[in-house]
């Protein structure tokens, strides 16, 4: 199968409002270009190099999206290309980025990284911690960011009870948060999750963006 059919086979399963993110890191400008040509507008990378490498080599009309851990010293050099930045993991990132953004004189998305699965090598809040963070005030008073709702990745595993009851505690905690500290925050209102190996299930527990590489471009080469 081509990228535009993956790119068709995938969007016409998603349920309207649910948005493709087409995770395009590893994969050189080329089979990116293939993507945007099949109508593809959003575009994920994990690595702050590759990103800034990419980005402007490519139509000026795509949504790029930070989707990995993001360290202090590399948000200066995606600041100019990312419309949202999926993976704030801490307090302090989500301060440094709205600095940076005002710096330059933008205003982007973030969203909020949990930490649901098992592997203690993924980042983002645990639930408590996002809870506390919510309740000092972390989230408040950001003039360069909007903080556009969660994101969160489930463990790597073939049991896709444990997945989904992961899955379901992003989206539960998204209702929380919504409900008592977002409440006059309609941007807030985006769910990330679902990968390769997992998006229906996503979808099933309220995903409004789905982060898709391997389904769509084939394996990486590392
Ligand atoms: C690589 C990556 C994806 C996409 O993974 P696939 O299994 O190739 O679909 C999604 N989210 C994040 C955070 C990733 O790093």
């Known amino acids: 199968m081509s990228i535009a059919q993956n790119i068709e086979r995938i969007t016409t399963q998603l349920p309207e409002g649910v948005k493709l993110v087409a995770v395009s890191k590893f994969h ?5 270009l293939e993507a945007y040509n099949a109508g593809q507008r959003i575009f994920g990378e994990n690595r702050a190099q590759e990103l800034a490498a990419k980005a402007p080599q490519m139509p ?4 790029w999206h930070f989707i990995g851990h993001l360290q202090k010293n590399k948000v200066r050099m995606i600041m100019p290309w990312v419309s949202t930045i999926q993976s704030i993991d801490s307090t302090q990132l989500l301060q440094l980025v709205n ?33 506390e963070a919510a309740v000092e005030g972390a989230f408040n008073n950001l003039s360069n960011v909007t ?26 905690t998204f209702l929380t948060l919504r409900d008592k500290y977002f409440a006059n925050n309609p941007a807030f209102k985006e769910i990330s999750m679902g990968m390769s190996d997992d998006w229906p299930v996503a979808v ?3 995903a409004t963006l789905v982060r898709i590489g391997t389904d769509i471009f084939g394996q990486r080469e590392y």
Do not use: C, W
Not at 60 to 63: G, K, N, R, T, W
Not at 150 to 169: G, N
């Open 28 to 32: 050189p400008v080329e089979r990116l």
């Open 60 to 63: 000026a009309d795509i949504e």
């Open 99 to 131: 600095k940076e953004a005002a710096r330059i004189d933008r205003h982007i998305n973030v969203l909020l990284q949990l930490h649901v699965a098992k592997e203690q090598t993924k980042s983002g809040f645990s639930v408590n911690e996002i809870l």
């Open 147 to 172: 903080i556009a709702g969660v994101m969160a990745m489930a463990t790597f595993t073939d049991d896709l009870d444990q997945v989904a009851s992961e899955f379901e505690l992003v989206y539960n």
């Open 204 to 206: 099933e527990h309220g």
